[in-house]
């Protein structure tokens, strides 16, 4: 821990980051994640549908959990970005219950701006006691 009391969380699973942050960080007994689009962490392609992004997002997410041990059952709140919120919702929507179990995180869906992606995704994790 730095002498604020938080702490980077890097991992190769997910990708890059792509300005002055840091995939994730640890502090205050939460994992806070970046924002993070539909990139393939290996190849760097983004998939066409929302679908498919969605997915790509939340395995993105899952590592960079992973990385601290934890799990998207451990994920208390999730804010989302849409680039097309009416049109897009539903089936965001349906990908995300694949990878959420009740009690579900709190969750703020918004439509956003986004660079040439459909979907991106941040969330807070409860570390461990």
Do not use: C, W
């Not at 699973?13 to 002055?20: I, Q, T």
């Not at 929507?93 to 694949?98: E, K, L, N, P």
């Amino acid at each position: 821990m730095s002498g604020h009391g938080k702490q980077a969380v890097r991992t190769e699973n997910a990708p890059r980051p792509a300005g002055a942050y840091s995939q994730g960080v640890v502090g205050a007994g939460l994992l806070f994640t970046a924002g993070f689009g539909p990139q393939d962490p290996v190849t760097g392609a983004v998939a066409d549908t929302v679908e498919e992004q969605t997915a790509q997002v939340l395995r993105n997410v899952a590592a960079v959990l992973a990385a601290e041990g934890l799990t998207t059952d451990d994920v208390l709140k999730v804010t989302v970005h849409l680039q097309h919120l009416r049109r897009d919702f539903a089936a965001y929507d349906a990908v995300y219950r694949q990878f959420f179990t009740e009690p579900y995180p709190v969750r703020t869906t918004v439509g956003s701006d986004l660079m040439d992606i459909l979907v991106e995704i941040d969330v807070v994790a409860a570390l461990p006691r």
